[in-house]
């Protein structure tokens, strides 16, 4: 839940973390927030110091001391002064504004790692890739990916030795936004560069006009 005022419409980021698994919902006004808590039961609140800090002080004690959830604090620029209330009621200033899809996933997952839904690492060789964990290896080397980065390769990896065209790449990991083939071909690229720090070479092949293919081949277990 995103309480913040300042937001009329954010329908981009709510769309991102929508496919990384995340259910959002933005409230501009904090006790309409308050009121739908009990229906929507969210796991983790984030507020804005837009909020006004006697609404926002409130607010956080409230939803820390009795629905015993974590309320997180995007502060923006010269912000910081008026966040000192909220902090000192519980909240955690792990965030800033303006919202990076990427940043607030991280921290929703830092504070929140027992709500993840279950699933077992994907396995393809000697690649292993845990959603639950946004974090992969190969023959036990850990791969320092972005949340983008790991969407892709899991999307590869989820079918590996086809073809997965770039239109379903981009819909997958960026869920709608407007985004060009290159910031695609960028994330691939870092990824390839990521996977030859681990050893394994050519394991991603560009089929050109059509998309990318990971390959099984390179990916024997050592």
């Known amino acids: 839940?995103?309480?913040?005022?300042?937001?009329?419409?954010?329908?981009?980021?709510?769309?991102?973390?929508?496919?990384?698994?995340?259910?959002?919902?933005?409230?501009?006004?904090?006790?309409?927030?308050?009121?739908?808590?009990?229906?929507?039961?969210?796991?983790?609140?984030?507020?804005?110091?837009?909020?006004?800090?006697?609404?926002?002080?409130r607010l956080t004690t409230l939803v820390v001391t009795e629905l015993a959830l974590p309320v997180l604090l995007a502060v923006g620029p010269g912000e910081t002064e008026a966040a000192g209330p909220t902090v000192a009621a519980g909240a955690r200033p792990m965030l800033g504004r303006p919202y990076g899809a990427e940043e607030l996933f991280l921290a929703l997952r830092e504070v929140a790692p027992s709500h993840r839904p279950h699933r077992e690492p994907l396995r393809v060789g000697s690649l292993v890739l845990d959603s639950a964990q946004f974090s992969g290896h190969v023959n036990g080397y850990h791969l320092e990916l972005t949340a983008q980065q790991f969407s892709v390769l899991v999307r590869l990896a989820e079918h590996a030795d086809v073809v997965v065209p770039t239109e379903e790449l981009l819909h997958a990991v960026w869920a709608g936004r407007e985004v060009t083939p290159g910031t695609l071909s960028t994330a691939v690229k870092r990824v390839r560069h990521r996977l030859a720090e681990a050893g394994v070479a050519d394991a991603i092949h560009t089929v050109r006009g059509l998309g990318y293919r990971l390959d099984t081949s390179a990916l024997r277990v050592a």
Do not use: C, F, I, K
């Open 1 to 57: 839940m995103l309480v913040d005022p300042a937001v009329l419409d954010d329908g981009e980021l709510v769309q991102q973390l929508t496919a990384w698994g995340v259910v959002a919902r933005v409230y501009t006004d904090p006790l309409r927030a308050l009121l739908d808590m009990g229906a929507h039961a969210p796991e983790v609140v984030v507020l804005s110091t837009q909020v006004p800090v006697g609404d926002a002080t």
